[in-house]
């Protein structure tokens, strides 16, 4: 089993930062694919960054990248995500995830790849 729990979300105005962290137990963190995803209300669950184990890869979904960077401490079990530039459209609230070895990028992109999820945080942009 892996426990994930997020901390970090909360309201800023648009074009302020946020910096989401992820804390994991219960497995060997510094062999996981951890991912970034978020949902809207009545919108379906996307993905939003992911970091391969030692940081050797990182992905950003379109909307997000050159505003958010995604970073991990596997000292410290946890992954962060570092949102600048914050737009309303960034408004949802965010799960950290964690998986296995991707095969490929498209892979490790999908809900369907991570194997945990944590309870989520919320994100709320807005004046």
């Known amino acids: 089993q892996v426990q994930l729990v997020e901390s970090g979300g909360g309201l800023v105005q648009p074009g302020g930062s946020l910096r989401l962290s992820c804390a994991a137990s219960?497995?060997?963190?510094?062999?996981?694919?951890m991912g970034w995803f978020r949902q809207a209300p009545g919108k379906e669950r996307e993905f939003v960054a992911n970091?391969?184990?030692?940081?050797?890869?990182?992905n950003y979904a379109n909307a997000v990248k050159g505003r958010f960077t995604i970073s991990r401490d596997d000292a410290k079990n946890t992954v962060y995500l570092q949102m600048n530039s914050l737009k309303p459209e960034d408004t949802a609230v965010y799960y950290c995830?964690?998986?296995?070895?991707?095969?490929?990028?498209?892979?490790?992109?999908?809900?369907?790849?991570?194997?945990?999820w944590g309870q989520g945080t919320q994100v709320t942009v807005s004046s």
């Open positions: 995830a964690a998986g296995g070895t991707p095969i490929s990028f498209i892979q490790a992109m999908r809900v369907n790849f991570y194997d945990y």
């Open positions: 219960g497995r060997t963190f510094s062999t996981s694919t």
């Open positions: 970091i391969w184990r030692s940081g050797s890869v990182t």
